[in-house]
């Protein structure tokens, strides 16, 4: 079985200390993106890197301590 390719050509510099946010439609790919820096999805072919190292050589928790997220649900109270 051939898999389908779901992200294709993404090229994102983001500078260190730099915040970002990813938004776009349904479907669109943010959460693939997020879960694949993340490596809860392996890329099957081609490349993540991070400081120039690819991502799949890295240690996942020091990967991941680098990250912080907000789910597309959020919720803000009053007072916080």
Same mark, same amino acid.
């Given at each position: 079985? &051939? !898999? &389908?390719?779901?992200?294709?050509?993404? +090229?994102?510099?983001?500078?260190? *200390? &730099?915040k970002? *946010?990813?938004? %776009?439609? @349904?479907? /669109? %790919?943010? /959460?693939?993106?997020? $879960? /694949? $820096?993340?490596?809860?999805? &392996?890329?099957h072919?081609?490349?993540? @890197?991070? +400081? +120039?190292? +690819?991502?799949?050589?890295?240690d996942? #928790?020091? $990967?991941?301590?680098g990250?912080?997220?907000? $789910? #597309?649900?959020?919720? !803000?109270?009053? *007072? @916080?």
């Open positions: 079985d &051939e !898999l &389908e390719t779901v992200l294709s050509g993404i +090229d994102v510099r983001v500078a260190r *200390g &730099e970002i *946010g990813v938004v %776009g439609r @349904t479907g /669109s %790919g943010k /959460s693939t993106t997020l $879960l /694949s $820096l993340l490596r809860v999805l &392996e890329a072919s081609g490349r993540i @890197t991070v +400081d +120039d190292r +690819d991502i799949s050589a890295l996942l #928790q020091s $990967l991941r301590a990250f912080n997220v907000i $789910l #597309q649900d959020s919720f !803000l109270f009053t *007072g @916080t």
